[in-house]
């Protein structure tokens, strides 16, 4: 029998310069969906995303981080590849995303149409530059509880997402999690700055409550057309709740939970859609033993990216 096809999409942070460039160059179907969308941002911001993304002046691994160009990309490239699939007649079971990763799983979900999300990322995106406090977040391979362990380290440092028992994110003012960076990292205790400006998953979220309720209005309490795994509720949605969209900026993520619940229920293929496999890394530290799941990626900081989709593909069983 044919596991259970769980798309996943990621958040702020998994993006890089040159992301997705092999499928956009190469393959007709995601390059068409990509550009398309980036006429809509074109008209939105009155510049070329793609033109962005693709700068053959940018290095790979230099900082991605204005929020106004990576939020429309990672919908943009995120969106372009789960559709082509689907066109083919790809159904996926469910679809997860973490943080701006759930509005493209609910984009997809049918929550929204693909140009009315990107609208929505980017007004996201002018409302954190515009009225955002600077800050940011970052990964910790340690399990959470070491926040409470060391409150001095830790103080005005909020819990952003837990994404395994010894992995979360957190969120801040850069000046602290600079300091927390140093500290850590010269006791030998792994951890990175993530290239985001803001301190999204937390209470530092809060002066822009009433701005982006007002981005929000009108677009929730939608029915879907596939299930969504929320990583703000850890269950299933199966309608866009009211006040949903806030919660995915401001709640901390909780993709162990999330994923968790899933296996419980069922082995899955877990099939990351995002540029860097962190979703996938993520699925794979909270496999249940005996499930049967598996979790794989098309994109990552490799490359490989083409030879990676046509393997999905056969694996899905897609012609040609």
């Not at 993304?53 to 160009?69: I, Q, T, W």
């Not at 995120?78 to 509005?103: H, K, N, T, W, Y």
């Not at 380290?153 to 600079?178: K, M, N, Q, Y």
Request: proline share 6%.
């Amino acid at each position: 029998m044919t596991k259970p096809l769980v798309l996943l999409f990621s958040g702020q942070g998994s993006q890089t310069f040159h992301m997705g460039r092999e499928l956009v160059r190469s393959v007709p179907a995601v390059a068409d969906r990509f550009h398309a969308l980036d006429a809509v941002a074109r008209g939105l911001l009155g510049f070329s995303i793609a033109e962005i993304v693709f700068d053959p002046a940018r290095k790979r691994f230099e900082p991605f981080d204005r929020l106004l160009h990576s939020n429309p990309a990672l919908f943009m490239l995120q969106f372009a590849l789960a559709d082509a699939l689907i066109a083919e007649g790809v159904r996926p079971a469910a679809v997860m995303g973490a943080s701006l990763g759930e509005i493209v799983a609910l984009t997809v979900a049918g929550a929204f149409e693909p140009a009315e999300a990107l609208e929505l990322v980017i007004a996201l995106a002018e409302v954190s530059e515009r009225q955002g406090a600077a800050g940011g977040l970052i990964a910790v391979l340690a399990p959470p509880a070491i926040v409470d362990e060391r409150p001095e380290l830790f103080e005005g440092i909020e819990v952003a997402g837990t994404s395994a028992e010894a992995h979360f994110v957190a969120a801040g003012p850069a000046d602290r999690l600079a300091r927390l960076e140093r500290v850590l990292g010269a006791e030998g205790q792994a951890c990175l700055i993530l290239p985001v400006r803001f301190a999204f998953h937390s209470s530092y979220m809060e002066p822009l409550r009433p701005a982006l309720q007002a981005v929000f209005a009108g677009l929730e309490g939608r029915p879907l057309d596939l299930p969504v795994v929320s990583c703000v509720t850890a269950g299933t949605l199966e309608r866009l709740p009211e006040g949903h969209l806030w919660q995915v900026v401001r709640d901390p993520m909780r993709l162990a939970d999330a994923f968790r619940g899933l296996e419980r229920r069922q082995g899955s293929l877990f099939v990351d859609l995002g540029p860097s496999g962190t979703m996938s890394t993520v699925a794979k530290y909270n496999l249940a033993e005996g499930a049967g799941s598996e979790a794989t990626t098309v994109m990552s900081l490799f490359g490989n990216e083409v030879a990676a989709f046509e393997a999905l593909r056969r694996r899905l069983g897609l012609g040609g």
